[in-house]
């Protein structure tokens, strides 16, 4: 089992930037694949960005050269990087590990995912 734990939400202005953080716990030696998704009311959860155990990531055209993804694996730590902040960025945002099969922004393939924590921007 992994458990999954975000921080570093918030509200902010267009415009501006924040830092998600999701640390993993448990059997997190057989994770090879995380990553961050996001839900905005009324709308289906959608991935935002991905990362393998060898750094390799993938982005959702919506956020490319806004956000980063990044890891510490010595903390077991995930990252997103988000800068360049609009409006419809806002959303409950998830962290989810253990990513099987090829389409990664879709919430079907992954199986552990954190509780989320709310992102908040305002124009």
């Known amino acids: 089992q992994v458990q999954l734990v975000e921080s570093g939400g918030g509200s902010v202005q267009s415009g501006g930037s924040l830092r998600l953080s999701c640390a993993a716990f448990g059997y997190t030696y057989s994770i090879y694949y995380m990553g961050w998704f996001r839900q905005a009311p009324g709308k289906e959860r959608e991935g935002v960005a991905a990362?393998?155990?060898?750094?390799?990531?993938s982005y959702a055209d919506s956020v490319k050269d806004r956000f980063t993804i990044s890891q510490d694996n010595a903390k077991n730590t995930l990252y997103l990087q988000m800068n360049s902040l609009k409006p419809e960025d806002t959303a409950m945002y998830y962290c989810?590990?253990?990513?099987?099969?090829?389409?990664?922004?879709?919430?079907?393939?992954?199986?552990?995912w954190g509780q989320g924590t709310q992102v908040t921007v305002s124009s």
């Open positions: 989810a590990a253990d990513f099987k099969g090829t389409e990664w922004w879709l919430t079907l393939h992954w199986n552990y």
């Open positions: 990362i393998d155990s060898d750094g390799s990531t």
